[in-house]
């Protein structure tokens, strides 16, 4: 019996060593997932200088664009009269995106309005980004007044489609914000809840832009690929933690 009891108690310890194996490396493997899933997010911002960044059509950031002391890049609406002036205007990624998760962190004056596009073409037939790129849309829903206006309030995919909830902060606070667009998959989100989802480029789609103030721009929502761009709409707006993973 004690030769029974000895060899239960020797399997009993192997099996717990082999336990405790695995389980280190699980931990192991599950820590290398989580490093790589790190490693693959791009940041657009290096929190000091506009490198990766030009106005759009060409040339350098206008001065009215800026970094602040925590490095995040905002528009100094201080000495601008109206939108895309006073060496402001639209700004745009250098590089191109087809199917991405873009991360990034806004937040908005009082009475302000602004935007974040994606798939912008950039070409001398277009004049502005939003002749192409989509908008997920930036504004101060209590104070201004294109919040009259259904599917232009904070969140919603601009002129197309309204926010299935609100979750937008007051101005003044930081929201969360990301765009998901992967093989005409579309999802906005705002502050951890899912806003938006469509597809693109489908009959529906085209129907979209067909009943919107995009209706005459023929370019607009067609590109597979393109640019992110940071809008000028004349009012002070900051942007921190942009970061970007290719799908």
Not at 232 to 246: S, T
Request: glycine share 10%.
């Amino acid at each position: 019996m004690k030769r029974n009891y000895l060899a239960i108690a020797a399997l009993a310890g192997m099996l717990a060593s082999c336990s405790g194996e695995k389980t280190v490396e699980t931990e192991a493997e599950e820590a290398t997932e989580v490093k790589e899933d790190a490693s693959e997010w791009i940041s657009l911002s290096d929190g000091a200088t506009f490198d990766g960044w030009h106005k759009y059509g060409g040339g350098e950031v206008g001065k009215a664009w800026k970094i602040d002391e925590e490095g995040a890049i905002y528009l100094d609406a201080v000495n601008k009269d109206g939108w895309q002036t006073g060496d402001g205007g639209d700004i745009v990624t250098d590089e191109e995106f087809d199917n991405f998760h873009f991360k990034y962190d806004w937040k908005i004056a009082q009475n302000g309005n602004s935007g974040v596009m994606f798939y912008v073409h950039e070409a001398p037939e277009y004049q502005y980004p939003w002749n192409t790129g989509p908008e997920m849309q930036v504004l101060d829903n209590e104070g201004h007044p294109d919040a009259k206006i259904v599917s232009h309030r904070a969140g919603d995919l601009y002129d197309l489609i309204v926010s299935s909830e609100e979750t937008v902060k007051p101005f003044g606070e930081w929201n969360h914000a990301e765009i998901i667009a992967d093989h005409g998959k579309l999802e906005l989100i705002l502050n951890g809840t899912t806003v938006v989802s469509t597809t693109l480029w489908t009959p529906e789609w085209e129907a979209l832009i067909a009943d919107s103030k995009f209706k005459d721009m023929p370019g607009f929502g067609t590109f597979k690929k393109g640019r992110i761009s940071l809008q000028d709409h004349g009012d002070l707006v900051y942007f921190k933690n942009l970061l970007i993973k290719k799908l």
